[in-house]
């Protein structure tokens, strides 16, 4: 590889990293910065939730828009934009603040995640785009498993702290941008991308369920619904249960990133190629099932590391297990089928953490509760349509 695309490479994945050492410093602090401010689980619950949906909802529009403009000006913009809405959560004193601001953050960081992985289209030979997209997923995985223990740690002074770390490293990544980067997309070819900006069709994702892969495609968002119980209101139920700080917060989260990324990075095709995807898919969900009740069960800071690698270990592979099933059985495109996936996976992601929120403020264990409940409701599907 030329030194020139070494470089590009490398400011491609700062980018990526400070945008997902963001996302992963935060979300130990926010159940802390929710409770300081006198909110409690929907509050929390509609924080997590914004984000999930405004990057489902404008990562194929930036996409579009990157087609006709250039990558190098969206990147910009995203960086930019991330890191004065980094800025604006540190100095937030209102509930409605920080919604908006995270809002804010997910369109913006959605603008640079999409068009990341479209530079790297755009300037790899084909040979050497998977060692691009790999090293990007790399950092980006790396950037979630640090992130919450950074974080953790910087929040124990001020809980302002890691927002104003991350602000500094976007606008790093911004000026690495601007004076170091080139664009990767001609003027000439802009003519030929497609023209019409990209919208999520919500009338396509209902019609899907109809289809050969509805039932996988049901199976996806119930699971991501029901695994987003664990997700959501981790932080608040440590700080209502065990009265946990964010420091101890941010170390179980580093380790349950630590599990996913190793899992799936180094063992995924190796579990679904001596079981295969339909097995995994069941143990999975049962198994998922039984640490949401063990979770329940850890009054200790050593037994909720155990519980929550054991909960981690056995949904690690559960999502990687549905894409691969519903790749292999769709009759229709292998991008459309996986587009359709992952879209009834955000969806998920935004409904689940909302949910929780609203369960968490009646009774404290009821995410968790209704969480297992949920996964063993799936098992049981899986069992009659997943052969």
């Known amino acids: 590889m030329k030194t020139t695309n070494r470089r590009n490479l490398f400011i491609l994945a700062f980018s990526l990293l400070v945008v997902m050492l963001g996302f992963g410093m935060v979300i130990p602090v926010f159940p802390f910065l929710i409770d300081e401010l006198g909110a409690s689980g929907s509050a929390l619950g509609l924080l997590v939730a914004t984000a999930a949906l405004t990057e489902f909802l404008f990562g194929p529009i930036w996409g579009s828009i990157s087609d006709r403009v250039g990558r190098k000006p969206i990147l910009m913009i995203g960086m930019f934009g991330y890191a004065l809405a980094m800025f604006l959560f540190g100095i937030a004193d209102q509930i409605w603040m920080l919604i908006a601001f995270r809002a804010l953050s997910g369109v913006l960081s959605s603008a640079t995640i999409t068009t990341t992985m479209a530079y790297i289209g755009d300037s790899t030979s084909e040979e050497a785009r998977g060692g691009g997209m790999g090293l990007l997923g790399a ?64 009338d396509e994702l209902w019609h899907a369920l109809t289809g050969p892969i ?58 679904t190629g001596r079981w295969g995807e339909p097995t995994v898919i069941k143990t999975s969900l049962l198994v998922g099932s039984v640490g949401f009740i063990l979770l ?92």
């Open 214 to 271: 509805g039932m996988l495609l049901l199976i996806a968002f119930l699971a991501t619904f029901g695994t987003s119980n664990f997700e959501a209101i981790f932080g608040l139920y440590m700080l209502d249960k065990l009265d946990y700080g964010p420091e101890q917060v941010g170390g179980i989260l580093t380790l349950v990133g630590a599990i996913a990324l190793i899992g799936r990075g180094l063992f995924t095709g190796f579990v």
């Open 296 to 387: 329940l069960l850890a009054n200790t800071y050593a037994a909720v590391l155990l519980t929550t690698g054991i909960y981690t270990c056995s949904i690690t592979f559960l999502r990687p297990s549905i894409h691969s099933l519903t790749s292999k059985r769709t009759t229709a495109g292998q991008g459309a089928s996986m587009g359709l996936s992952n879209s009834f996976v955000s969806l998920g992601r935004v409904l689940g953490p909302l949910y929780a929120g609203i369960v968490f403020d009646i009774n404290p264990n009821y995410p968790y509760i209704s969480g297992a409940l949920i996964l063993f409701a799936v098992f049981i599907m899986s069992l009659i349509w997943v052969k």
């Open 139 to 202: 950092v980006a995985g790396a950037g979630t498993v640090i992130g919450p223990g950074i974080g953790g740690l910087l929040a124990g002074g001020s809980l302002s702290t890691p927002f104003f770390v991350s602000s500094a490293l976007s606008l790093i990544a911004v000026v690495l941008v601007a004076f170091l980067l080139p664009e990767s997309l001609p003027r000439e070819l802009r003519g030929t991308q497609e023209q019409e900006i990209k919208l999520i069709r919500f």
